[in-house]
């Protein structure tokens, strides 16, 4: 209200909204910080997308809650250098969907992004500044990662129980993903396409279709101590 102060002082209702609940497009220095779209989305859950965030540029996302939806925190268009952390968005189809455009030096740490029946991460496309201290436990797939170079993926994510894929490199290039223990059934621990430079090292992939797989028109990566 006119006057008020601190952080989330907007009342959207609870279980009523139907559409997106905050969509921001066109800034920078935004900071959206403590929202819990699951308790204002109208049910069924399982088919709304809350966030929109679109063109936006050094702004932190943090604190926000998206459980159980279709599409927890989608960016469109190129987003870059902005700062995504300690959000929980577990449970969702997609947990945070960068669905092209270029997004280029974001920040991606200690998100809760497990039991994702879709992709728990999709960054697409660009090269992050650190993906970190996310956990990815239960989802289906947890990390694509497109058109990434020179980039280091953090070792402290935790992967575990994928059915799916847990790490997919597409049309990157010198990407290092080192010291993750991507366990789980079935599908791929690690998958490579399309990439050429990179190193793949000290992973464990226990209980995979295909522990680490390189396929398409990959050259002079390196895989060791797996």
Same mark, same amino acid.
């Given at each position: 209200?006119?006057?008020?102060?601190?952080?989330?002082? !907007?009342?959207?209702? $609870?279980?009523?909204?139907?559409? %997106?609940?905050?969509?921001?497009?066109?800034?920078?220095?935004?900071?959206?910080?403590?929202?819990?779209?699951?308790?204002?989305?109208?049910?069924?859950?399982?088919? %709304?997308?809350?966030?929109?965030?679109?063109?936006?540029?050094?702004? $932190?996302? !943090?604190? *926000?809650?998206?459980?159980?939806? !279709?599409?927890?925190?989608?960016?469109?268009?190129?987003?870059?250098?902005?700062?995504?952390? /300690?959000?929980?968005?577990?449970?969702?189809?997609?947990?945070?969907?960068?669905?092209?455009?270029? !997004?280029?030096?974001?920040?991606?740490?200690?998100? #809760?992004?497990? #039991?994702? $029946?879709?992709?728990?991460?999709?960054?697409?496309?660009?090269?992050?500044?650190?993906?970190?201290?996310?956990?990815?436990? &239960?989802?289906?797939?947890?990390?694509?990662? %497109?058109?990434?170079?020179?980039?280091?993926?953090?070792?402290?994510?935790?992967?575990?129980?994928?059915?799916?894929?847990?790490?997919?490199?597409?049309?990157? +290039? /010198?990407?290092?993903? +080192? #010291?993750?223990?991507?366990?789980?059934? &079935?599908?791929?621990?690690?998958?490579? *396409?399309?990439?050429?430079?990179?190193?793949?090292?000290?992973?464990?992939?226990?209980? %995979?279709?295909?522990?680490?797989?390189?396929?398409?028109? +990959?050259?002079?990566?390196?895989?060791?101590?797996?």
């Amino acid at each position: 209200a006119p006057g008020s102060g601190g952080p989330n002082e !907007n009342v959207f209702g $609870t279980g009523t909204i139907s559409g %997106r609940q905050i969509q921001v497009e066109s800034s920078n220095g935004l900071n959206v910080s403590g929202f819990n779209f699951s308790s204002q989305a109208l049910a069924p859950l399982t088919s %709304r997308s809350p966030f929109l965030v679109s063109n936006c540029g050094t702004s $932190t996302f !943090n604190n *926000n809650i998206a459980t159980g939806v !279709n599409i927890a925190m989608e960016m469109s268009s190129n987003n870059a250098t902005n700062t995504i952390t /300690a959000n929980n968005f577990s449970g969702s189809a997609y947990g945070i969907y960068m669905n092209g455009g270029s !997004n280029n030096g974001n920040t991606v740490n200690n998100n #809760n992004l497990s #039991n994702c $029946t879709n992709w728990a991460l999709t960054y697409n496309l660009g090269t992050p500044a650190s993906i970190n201290t996310n956990t990815f436990t &239960g989802s289906v797939n947890a990390l694509y990662l %497109r058109g990434a170079s020179t980039f280091t993926l953090g070792s402290s994510n935790v992967f575990k129980n994928q059915t799916g894929t847990s790490i997919y490199l597409e049309s990157c +290039s /010198a990407v290092n993903v +080192s #010291n993750n223990a991507v366990n789980g059934t &079935g599908g791929h621990g690690i998958l490579v *396409n399309q990439s050429n430079n990179c190193v793949i090292d000290g992973n464990t992939t226990c209980g %995979r279709t295909f522990g680490i797989r390189i396929q398409g028109s +990959s050259n002079a990566n390196t895989i060791s101590n797996g």
